[in-house]
Structures are given as C-alpha cells and as structure tokens.
C-alpha cells in the first residue's frame, strides 16, 4: 500500500480518536461548565500541553525517537482533533522560539480578532436565514 496512503489513514484514525477524547471530556465536564465553558478551557491547555511535550521529546535528536508517521499522527491526528487550539499555541510558541515576538503577537491578535470576526459573521448569516419565531400564544 502507498506510505502515502496509510500515513493519510493514520492521521485520520488519530483524529477521529482525539475528536471522541474531545467529546468525553466535554461530556465529562458539563457540570461545571454552565457559568464558563470549562471543558473547552481543559481542552484547549490539555491539547497544548501534549502537542509541545510529545513535539519536544521526539523531535530530531531528541530523547525519544518516533516515524514521521507518528509525529504525524500524534499532532495533527489526535491534537488536530482534540482541539486546533493546540497547533494555535505550538505555531506561537516557535514564532517566539524564533525570535520573531512581532509575529508571534500578530499570529495571537489576528487569530482571535479574526476567530471572533468569523463566529459573529457566521451567527449573523445563520440569522438572517432563519425565519422569526411567532411569539408564544400565537399560531
């Protein structure tokens, strides 16, 4: 079978076991994520976390050695489907790692001015194509 091929299936596998993790966790912290979305917020520093720890221990000459395959799996498969906020933070991070502070903080700004400019423009369009309610009481 082509790499090619299995790499694809791989990561796909991956994602859609770190998509499952997503909504366990989701399901897991419902409870207390009423006044503030608190799943999404573990998700979101959990995701972060494991994308830079397992990046760091297996890149290059690092402690452990890994195929691209799995690197691949990992951080685009299971991360990438647990949540983009990890490879937001990851992509950051080697920006400041870089030395480029500058687009470090316009990746942070554009991202999350964007990101709000982008859910609103979506809820806006989804209104308008939504017909109004009746008001209760009426037919």
Known sequence: MNSNLVTTLG???????????????????ARIS???PWG???????????IAFFGTLTLGNARFQVSDTARL??????????TTFSSFTLQTLDLLRGGAPGRALLNIVLSVTLGMASVTA??????????????SGEP
């Open 34 to 36: 009423q006044t503030l």
């Open 73 to 82: 799996m990992f951080m685009v498969g299971i991360c990438g489907g647990y």
């Open 122 to 135: 979506g809820y806006v369009a989804a209104q308008a194509l939504t017909p109004p309610r009746p008001a």
């Open 40 to 50: 999404t917020i573990l998700i979101n520093m959990s995701g972060s976390f494991a």
């Open 11 to 29: 990561i796909a596998l991956a994602g859609a076991c770190g998509t499952l993790m997503r909504y366990w966790v989701g399901l897991a912290t």
